[in-house]
């Protein structure tokens, strides 16, 4: 009842339009689920939609497997057969079997997906004439009959014809304000979804052309500078988001798909005066099967993509997939008037970074201060003495960094001229600002101090507390929740080097004689001596919170935690064994190596097989063995362990890491480290084949070292070096808890000249994609290890300035930021990631 009383007010075509805005916004809206099992007996449920095959687990997304990257499918009785292009998907399998109660059910879904994929991916189908009946059948005769999506669009466009608007007939209860309103019906209208969005604009929201005249009681207005008045749009923007789905690209690339921002080939009629980027163009999208079609919606602007059908599903292209925009059409002098006039001072860059960077920090303790806090306050048995002490010293952290916040707003504002105020030289800086703020030391000071008691007691409860336990874990499912939640613990003790970091670039570019110079160089050298007597605290903390996630990403083994173990360095190599060389992941600690396999569970956790202890290991360089190079052998008691490098630097990293913790290790120390628990502790290949054979039940019932019932993120660098066979070692992390950056930058359309909009933040090795700063939680995500950025070619055909470029394997994504210093900073902090040590 509460939703039905929002339509109060709204004419009958509001309230539909705000219905079919409601149900897009609707993660399973248009899904049909059909029950089934994987290979190992993991009750799923499949459903066939416009992007490709969904897998659910329950009602969670856990895989989409693209029409893009499948080769073939059918069925065999009762199994479904999915198979895969090699190379182009990167899954673990090349074909993937699912299986169904009854032949019909399975047979019933084929079709299914045989009508999605000619549906959706195909320009036309066919039509084949019926051959003449055979003694013996050489499988299904079923095939799509009928128009397909772009036939659809195209017939629509050649016989458009303007009807006359609909009016229905009132209720007697409709007050007088709104009978007077119902003449307009199919006039300028302003979608207002029942569920909540992130700005006034909800992501593919409709707005129909300003053609028309409407009084302003029925339309609603943006409530921010940036955003377009009105913007027409095309009516044959009949193309397909992924809505809500996570997908896996496991070896090329991964994607997180929440609801997704549209797509903008050119900036829109009004711009912030804050950045030099185009604004998105809100637009309708069919990823829910709704399709609205107004008679009001202007047919200029149409801006297509032709090669929908052809061009393989990447993670980034979800964001734009098959979706075109339209925008009004206006002269090159309005144009001009309108762009945004910005500082070109790098000082003012620089600023703008610290506020960015803000913006997302102030985000991220929002989650611990608010979100995790109202979680917790639900439930009972909770350990109330760590999250007592955790709340007390976050509080006033939050508190501060939203007053800080604030201000660092007011003066952009005021560097750009936004506020009315007569531009003046004494307020083209930050250093004053900061200077005020000095006193933020003290609470980052009591943070840190207790941060180390915090996560151990919280590790504790955690082991210990099953209440807990399956309260965090829920907690970090949420959407909200897009980083571990010891990534969030951990992030305040950094913040202050990340303030150190760009007021030393500040005071660089100031030299000695800028008014601003005298305050930042003050606030530089207390946060130097801040930084260094709390650097081994910081240090702890980080090697602790590494730990304490591959606990969870392990199972097999108890007290990965204990003693002074320090965590060197993870990744795939190829383990010799009877079967020919297979892939193992190993983690490398300063006492134990460990190496475990991906075990065949849905919670996509690694089973330990063995462990070695480095006191007693040998390493040494061998010869190519069966055709495979970058070999080295690792003997350890009475076993020898023959693997292989994806590449010669991968080998060398881990020669070399592998050479300096085994001599570590036999300097005489003393008795702090104990060795953690492993049920086979003398592991062989036999018995990893035997664990293999062993149904997923049989294995997650292993005993307190078993698998856990809850899925782990798919983006984390554990499962992305697996997929990808690559390593990351110590110094790696500590670069990427240093490297955070936050801001808008553009992507380029892969099969367009269009760039789209979207705030992205950098962290944990990764890119989070974000509609605008203003939103809880990411709509994609990409993780970049094993990716390179270099500058576009002249065959990338990018005539465009301050552009990057990544690529991995036939991934390949451009990037465009506003200004030098941004491309700059972007290419840096990226370079830190990719380029590993």
Known sequence: MENHKKHIGQSPAEADLNLLETARRCELYGIKMTPAKDSEGVPLNLAAAHMGVLVFQNYTKINTFSWAKIRKISFKRRKFLIKLHPEGYGYYKDTVEFVFESRNECKNFWKKCIENHAFFRCSEVKRLPRQKTRIF????????????QKQMVE?????????????????????STTRRGLGMVGTSLSAQPLLPVSSSQSCGSVILSHDVEVPSALVTRPTSASQPSSPRVNPESSRMIANGSICIDSRGSYLERRDLPPAFESPPPYQSPAKDLSSPVSQPRSGSNVHSETTSISTRGIS?????????????????EQCSTAHSPRSETDTEVRRKRVPADKAYFIAKELLMTERTYKKDLELINVWFRDEVSKEENMPTDALAVLFAVVDPLYEFHCSLLRELEHRLATWEGRTGMPLQTHVQGIGD????????TEFYTGYIEKLPFILERLNSAYCSNTHFERMYCDFEMQ?????PLTSFLLRPSHRLMHYAGLLERLVKHYGESHLDAKNCKTVLYKLKQVTS?????????????????????????DNLTVGKREFLREGCLQKLSRKGYQNRMFFLFSDVLLYTTRAPTAQLQFKVHGQLPLSGVMVEETEPKMGVTNCFTIYGGNRALMVAASSDEERKKWLKDLTDTIQNAREPKDDSYLYSSLRSCSSSDELLEQADSLRSSDIVAAGSGSAKPYQHRSNTT???????NTSVGKEDYRKALLNYLSGYLLRKFKNSSGWQKLWVVFTNFCLFFYKS?????????????????????????????????LQFKNHVYFFRAESEYTFERWVDVIKGATIRS
């Open 137 to 148: 059948s050489r499988g299904s005769s079923f095939r799509y009959s009928g128009r397909t």
């Open 155 to 175: 017939y629509v466009r050649e016989n458009y014809v303007k009807r006359q608007p609909f009016q229905r007939s009132t209720s007697l209860r409709v007050s």
């Open 304 to 320: 297509s993509d032709e090669e929908m059908s052809r061009s393989p599903t990447s993670p980034l292209r979800s964001l734009r």
């Open 433 to 440: 600002i900061l200077l005020r703020k000095v006193q933020m």
């Open 479 to 483: 959407r909200v929740c897009y980083l």
């Open 533 to 557: 007597m709390l650097l081994k605290n910081v240090n702890y903390a980080a090697n602790f919170v590494k730990l304490m996630e591959l606990q969870r990403d392990l199972y097999g083994i």
């Open 718 to 724: 554990v499962h992305v070096c697996w997929h990808r």
């Open 773 to 805: 700063y203003q939103d809880d939680f990411p709509l994609a995500s990409l993780p970049l290890l094993g990716y390179a950025v270099t500058l576009p070619n002249p065959h990338d055909n990018i005539n465009k300035d301050y552009v990057f470029k």
